[in-house]
């Protein structure tokens, strides 16, 4: 299998990686049968990619076989801000679901223990095609044999519609708010559409929340009525930052 480096990985102060640990364990109760797990958010800046690769990191280090697809493809980030790199010619999704390359061209070992990922080697203006492809849906199943926990990281909600095309090949999902940010009343569409897919809300993610703020105390009390919740879904609120 091809290797690639993550340079920028950083480490996280006690407070933000017990946070993302208490993500971690919630989202194991929600049984063996999810694993294939969609992380989106309703808008840009919310810091879905943030908590993608630090969730996809602790699982892997603790031993699962874990693949990062990043599926962003029409404004990718994680290659420039986490540092990836190759000594080869770096292939990604795109090139998969396009024809161009097989599906163990495309996914690469990473210098994180278990811990795997299929990039995003070139941005895409318009990948509605590629994601609504039986192609996909045979990557999809093909990487769920393969490893033990998938975490795909989605464009947001509120901007195109690629996040619930990609929701209906998934277990579950995610939905990452950016705390004192995101309107009440948007967080609540997003909600409606990925109730549309009928694939599961796992739970709600309270991003850059400040602890002792009245905007943390808001949203806790918000999300804490479980209006958001499905019946498998698992609250979880953390002060991680992008």
């Not at 278990?114 to 590629?130: C, E, F, H």
């Not at 795909?152 to 277990?171: E, K, Q, R, W, Y």
Request: glycine content about 8%; overall charge positive.
């Amino acid at each position: 299998m091809k290797k690639i480096t993550i340079g920028k990985m950083p480490q996280l102060p006690f407070e933000m990686s017990e946070a993302i640990n208490q993500l971690r364990v919630n989202l194991s109760f929600c049984g063996s049968n999810v694993k294939t797990i969609m992380v989106t958010s309703s808008t840009p800046n919310e810091g879905k990619s943030f908590v993608t690769m630090q969730l996809w990191r602790m699982i892997a280090e603790l031993g699962t076989p874990t693949l990062l697809i990043d599926c962003d493809f029409r404004k990718s980030e994680i290659r420039r801000k986490y540092g990836l790199s190759t000594s080869g010619h770096l292939l990604g999704g795109v090139h998969y679901l396009a024809g161009k390359a097989e599906l163990d061209d495309v996914i690469y070992e990473t210098n994180i223990p278990n811990g795997y990922i299929l990039p995003v080697a070139k941005n895409v203006t318009n990948p509605t095609i590629l994601l609504e492809s039986e192609r996909f849906g045979q990557m999809m199943e093909q990487c769920c044999e393969k490893f033990g926990v998938i975490l795909v990281d989605t464009p947001p909600l509120g901007s195109v519609a690629d996040a619930l095309n990609i929701a209906t090949h998934c277990d579950g999902t995610v939905l990452v708010v950016r705390s004192g940010e995101t309107p009440r009343k948007l967080v609540g569409n997003s909600v409606q559409l990925l109730q549309r897919t009928e694939v599961p809300l796992l739970g709600v993610v309270l991003n850059r929340a400040e602890v002792n703020s009245k905007s943390s105390m808001y949203y806790n009390r918000y999300y804490k009525s479980g209006y958001y919740y499905k019946e498998h879904s698992h609250e979880k609120s953390g002060n991680a930052q992008k």
